[in-house]
T-cell receptor, first 114, second 118 residues
Framework: ETGVTQTPRHLVMGMTNKKSLKCEQHLGHNAMYWYKQSAKKPLELMFVYSLEERVENNSVPSRFSPECPNSSHLFLHLHTLQPEDSALYLC?????????????FGPGTRLTVL | AQKITQTQPGMFVQEKEAVTLDCTYDTSDQSYGLFWYKQPSSGEMIFLIYQGSYDEQNATEGRYSLNFQKARKSANLVISASQLGDSAMYFCAMRDLISSGSARQLTFGSGTQLTVLP
């Protein structure tokens, strides 16, 4: 595997379910990101993990819970979601340095909440 | 705070023609970077080109070039000799270049859907 991978690619869940999205990067990067892409809206940064530091967008509801066990893996735990949470969830990684620090994206997980 | 504006929700271009996708930005940072990403229907965001605020020359990468006008705060993407495979959503994004850690987040525009016609 190379680059950034995400599983599953598609997920349909009910509002009472609990599921997790997984992201893995094979680039030796030190920073990982979760973005939400809703229809007709700009990408919204949800969470950043950089080395030991985690930052979240204060507008992200608590029903989204990230986990970063190491620099290569990132999870997004989902519980009691709402239909408006249906979106494409993109994971990205970067070296985590100042400067250009280009972000490399995974293919995304298309989430549908019924 | 940073803001990216892409005023063209959709654009059409004939195959083999050139097309310009508009991007304007607003920031109080002195040192910043501008990025363009391509998102095909498959969903993956593909990095195309980067321009630093202090770069004196416009960036070029193959058929992609960035028309950077700092005074106007614009960073338009020019695609030359369009191909059918260029049909996709295109996003302009920016971040400051000084901060590290949590401040390295990218701010994205709303995107432009480009359709290349045969």
């Amino acid at each position: 595997e190379t680059g950034v991978t995400q599983t599953p690619r598609h997920l349909v869940m009910g509002m009472t379910n609990k599921k997790s999205l997984k992201c893995e990067q094979h680039l030796g990067h030190n920073a990982m990101y979760w973005y939400k892409q809703s229809a007709k809206k700009p990408l919204e940064l949800m969470f950043v993990y950089s080395l030991e530091e985690r930052v979240e967008n204060n507008s992200v509801p608590s029903r989204f819970s990230p986990e970063c066990p190491n620099s290569s893996h990132l999870f997004l735990h989902l519980h009691t979601l709402q239909p408006e949470d249906s979106a494409l969830y993109l994971c990205a990684s970067s070296q985590g340095l100042a400067g250009v620090d280009e972000q490399f994206f995974g293919p995304g997980t298309r989430l549908t909440v019924l | 705070a940073q803001k990216i504006t892409q005023t063209q929700p959709g654009m059409f271009v004939q195959e083999k023609e050139a097309v310009t996708l508009d991007c304007t930005y607003d920031t109080s940072d002195q040192s910043y970077g501008l990025f363009w990403y391509k998102q095909p229907s498959s969903g993956e965001m593909i990095f195309l080109i980067y321009q630093g605020s202090y770069d004196e020359q416009n960036a070029t990468e193959g058929r992609y070039s960035l028309n950077f006008q700092k005074a106007r705060k614009s960073a338009n993407l020019v695609i030359s000799a369009s191909q059918l495979g260029d049909s996709a959503m295109y996003f302009c994004a920016m971040r400051d270049l000084i901060s590290s850690g949590s401040a390295r987040q990218l701010t994205f525009g709303s995107g432009t859907q480009l359709t290349v016609l045969p």
